[in-house]
């Protein structure tokens, strides 16, 4: 097609309906992929005491920022979601000799360094207190009222004889395909 300019004959190109379409599609997959920037996905697989700190604090961080935020829990760090107290009754000796070797709830977690036989976390709670810093028992509540997504992960709930009662409220239980989903819609993800 031309179009004319005075004495200039200007060319205008023509496209046709199936390349329009292509450039819609891949302007659509531009808006999507520029989407991914809020959302944060965690694996806590630490148990530790700071190590949980950092996880709650950067999950609340990223939630004050408007991000969608998941935390998948496995291993050793199923231990922060643990409640203070449980009956292990009616599960099998090896289940119940991992419940009472490992700790149960956030207060009764160690740090990964200086824990000095169990006084290195007395000694940061005792700080933070002075310091006016959230205890990881209010992080993680206020995480969840907030709206984090906590995933159990199942596989590791099942292996080491959890059951659901054993652990805090508002968890879900889910398997590695529920933190990959989540994930894979991730533009950051941390493993902790």
């Known amino acids: 097609m031309e179009k ?3 004495n200039d004959v200007e060319k205008v190109p023509t496209y046709s309906n199936d390349l329009l379409e292509k ?8 808006v999507s992929l520029e989407k991914k920037n809020d959302k944060l996905s965690m694996i806590l697989f630490s148990g530790d005491f700071d190590k949980a700190m950092a996880a709650f604090i950067i999950a609340n961080g990223a ?4 991000m969608e935020v998941t935390i998948f829990v496995t291993f050793w760090g199923l231990d922060i979601l643990k409640k203070s107290s449980f009956n292990t009754s009616g ?3 090896l289940e119940r000799m991992i419940l009472a070797m490992r700790p149960k709830g956030p207060s009764k977690i160690g740090t990964s360094k200086m824990n000095f036989g169990g006084i290195g976390p007395k000694l940061f709670r005792y700080m933070m207190r002075k310091k006016n810093v959230l205890q990881l028992e209010s992080l993680i509540k206020m995480a969840q009222e907030a709206g984090v997504k906590i995933i ?3 596989m590791t709930v099942d292996l080491m004889g959890i059951k659901p009662t054993d652990l805090i409220d ?3 239980p889910g398997g590695v395909a529920s933190f990959l989903a989540s994930a894979s819609k991730s533009n950051t993800t941390l493993f902790i």
């Open 23 to 30: 450039i819609n599609k891949l302007e659509e997959r531009i």
């Open 152 to 154: 159990a992960c199942q």
């Open 63 to 66: 939630i004050a920022m408007d």
């Open 4 to 6: 004319k300019q005075g």
């Open 91 to 93: 599960r099998g000796f």
């Open 170 to 172: 508002g968890l879900e």
